[in-house]
């Protein structure tokens, strides 16, 4: 089976560069991968566990959030809309890259790219699981400002992604 470079869809191509990339830094810079592996093997376990659990939920939300619920909900580009994905993106746990199957399953329900914007927005400025340490060690009064500046700050991103791709097409 012959693949053609010019078939392959974009996300393939690009992790093939990432890939060849990585190896000539590795090669050029003579760095052991095996030990590499060995000193990182628990933060790629940690990788590999919370990317599995965002593929789980994107799975979720493929079979139980019923097309017609984004299509309703989601699918215009209202300023409350932009304020719920944020708040959503607020109260999704686990770090950006793990996000982004849900994000994918978000947008073949219909969900348009300023609601995501948003939700990855507010994801990514505040998260649950940074709640203990932000609270121990700035208190209570610098979260609470955190997440009411991430519920400012992620409607505004969905706004201005609604201004600039009047100018700049946006791929659908």
Do not use: C
Not at 8 to 30: A, D, P, Q, R
């Amino acid at each position: 089976m012959k693949i053609k470079l010019k078939e392959l869809n974009n996300e393939i191509k690009m992790g093939i560069i990432l890939i060849l990339v990585s190896g000539i830094l590795l090669y050029t810079f003579k760095i052991n991968i095996s030990l590499l592996i060995k000193e990182n093997v628990k933060t790629i376990i940690k990788i590999l566990y919370l990317t599995v659990f965002a593929v789980g939920i994107s799975t979720i939300i493929h079979f139980v959030v019923p097309f017609d619920f984004a299509e309703k909900h989601l699918k215009k580009n209202k300023l409350i809309y932009l304020f719920y994905s944020s708040l959503l993106g607020i109260l999704t746990p686990g770090p950006v890259y793990a996000i982004y199957p849900i994000i994918i399953a978000l947008k073949n329900k219909g969900v348009r790219n300023p609601i995501l914007v948003s939700y990855l927005t507010g994801q990514t400025l505040v998260g649950p699981a940074r709640a203990p340490f932000e609270i121990g060690f700035f208190g209570l009064k610098f979260y609470l400002y955190r997440i009411l500046l991430a519920l400012i700050m992620g409607p505004i991103a969905g706004i201005l992604y609604i201004f600039l791709s009047k100018f700049i097409a946006d791929k659908k």
